[in-house]
């Protein structure tokens, strides 16, 4: 079965602290997506990677960074934490860099920011 | 910039009921997925329509893609409690990734 495990559910965290939220994917898979969804605005691309040490921004890339060191893992990071950035992330997976092939989520991971 | 419009935004409806779902854009796809999100979880693949004017049929679910492959439907037959959940769909972006509606929110009383 195959499986994106995000590694904290929920969190919440204080406004300028520095938060990591880890994601590991079992199907070696080499695109890695994290994304933030939000009432009334869905799904929004935050960064991909279709390598390892590779990163491309999505979206709204601002206030994120990531870290992809080992093929499996996928790392989004915010510098300093702030309360618009209070939401869901979901972090995918999937094969290759073509448009098509099945997308896999995490169940995600709901952060708070007080 | 390519945008997916979804609507109805919100569907209530009864159980054993019919109802459609509309994704609509001004850009052309080469394809377009669909997923379905319960609370508290991940979306989840339900298909993929690749060719204009295509139809294909999950159990009571029938998708299709538009002759100018601008715009896709989702049919329910029945409808069912365990239908609920968020029904998104997406197509590709020019970067490989893929660009997301905002969503339908189902409802389905018993």
């Known amino acids: 079965d195959v499986k994106v495990t995000q590694s904290s559910r929920y969190l919440v965290k204080r406004t300028g602290e520095k938060v990591f939220l880890e994601c590991v994917q079992d199907?070696?898979?080499?695109?890695m997506f994290w994304y933030r969804q939000d009432p009334g605005l869905g799904l929004r691309l935050i960064y991909f990677?279709?390598?390892?040490?590779?990163?491309e921004k999505g979206d709204i890339p601002e206030g994120y960074s990531v870290s992809r060191e080992k093929k499996e893992r996928f790392s989004l990071i915010l510098e300093s934490a702030s309360t618009n950035q209070t939401s869901m992330y979901l972090c995918a997976s999937s094969l290759a860099y073509t448009f098509g092939n099945t997308i896999y989520f995490g169940e995600g991971s709901w952060l708070t920011v007080v | 910039t390519q945008l997916l419009e979804q609507s109805p935004q919100f569907l209530s409806i009864q159980e054993g009921e019919n109802l459609t779902v509309y994704c609509n854009s001004s850009s052309v796809f080469s394809s377009l997925q669909w997923y379905r999100q319960e609370p508290g979880e991940g979306p989840v693949l339900l298909v993929t329509?690749?060719?204009?004017?295509e139809v294909k049929k999950l159990k009571r679910l029938t998708f299709q893609f538009g002759d100018a492959r601008k715009d896709s439907s989702l049919h329910i037959t029945a409808a069912q409690p365990g239908d609920t959940g968020l029904y998104l769909c997406?197509?590709?972006?020019?970067?490989?990734?893929?660009?997301f509606g905002k969503g339908t929110k189902l409802s389905v009383k018993p």
């Open positions: 997406a197509g590709g972006g020019s970067q490989g990734n893929l660009i």
């Open positions: 199907m070696d898979h080499e695109n």
């Open positions: 990677s279709y390598d390892v040490k590779m990163k």
């Open positions: 329509v690749v060719t204009g004017g």
